[in-house]
């Protein structure tokens, strides 16, 4: 079965600094996707950044990024520049192509120092 | 990418009683799915709802328990029946468009908060 695994319960980081979060897999698939999601206190979730598997490129949104390594299973994120507004819950996410569930990460809490 | 509409945000009930949380979606999608999330925890998925056809439920859910409607493409229930305080949590609702869409991240309700007294 695939898992997704989030080592870090919890995260801070200075605002304008930069912070990476991380998440390790395991599937003995080789087409899937991943996804970062952010939850703020209102419970809305948003997806953050998205990382098709067979792209050796790595994802980039704006201040996101993302450092997927397929053969070790991991793929983190890195938040640059950090505002005030990136706190919250970062969830780490799979889908495996020929499947419609997402597993997900046990999420990490994201704090911003001002 | 789809909006879902979900309602209640959040409710307070009676142990015994039963509560119906709808999700709206402003277009038509293939799936939909119903999650469980205790605050601060991550999400358990509860079900899948296909339009037409039964829901499938994961490991520890039961349609008696957790029964949900899918009438259309744009729509669907999940009813949390004979609540208990053990019921209190967040629940979710998200969806999933063509297969092109879905490959771009599901979309999330802005959940219902159910305290059970």
């Known amino acids: 079965a695939q898992t997704v695994t989030q080592s870090q319960p919890e995260m801070s980081v200075q605002e304008a600094e930069t912070v990476t979060l991380s998440c390790t897999y395991d599937?003995?698939?080789?087409?899937?996707?991943l996804f970062w999601y952010k939850q703020p206190p209102s419970r809305q979730m948003i997806l953050v950044i998205r990382?098709?598997?067979?792209?050796?490129q790595n994802a980039t949104e704006n201040r996101f990024s993302v450092n997927f390594q397929k053969a070790a299973k991991s793929f983190s994120l890195k938040i640059s520049d950090s505002q005030l507004g990136d706190a919250a819950m970062y969830f780490c996410a799979y889908r495996y192509k020929g499947a419609q569930k997402l597993v997900f990460g046990q999420g990490t809490r994201l704090t911003i120092n001002p | 990418s789809a909006v879902i509409s979900q309602k209640p945000s959040r409710d307070i009930c009676q142990r015994g009683t039963s509560l119906t949380i709808q999700c709206q979606v402003d277009?038509?999608?293939?799936?939909m799915f119903w999650y469980r999330q205790q605050p601060g925890q991550s999400l358990t998925l509860i079900a899948t709802?296909?339009?037409?056809?039964?829901?499938?439920?994961e490991s520890g859910f039961v349609i008696d328990k957790f029964p949900i409607s899918r009438p259309n493409l744009t729509f669907s229930t999940l009813t949390v029946s004979n609540m208990s305080p053990e019921d209190s949590s967040i629940y979710l609702c998200?969806?999933?468009?063509?297969?092109?869409?879905?490959?771009?991240?599901?979309?999330f309700g802005s959940g219902t908060r159910l305290t059970v007294v």
């Open positions: 990382q098709e598997a067979y792209k050796q």
């Open positions: 599937t003995s698939e080789s087409d899937y996707y």
């Open positions: 277009s038509q999608v293939t799936m």
């Open positions: 709802a296909n339009q037409g056809s039964e829901a499938t439920y």
């Open positions: 998200s969806a999933s468009g063509t297969d092109e869409r879905a490959n771009y991240g599901y979309t």
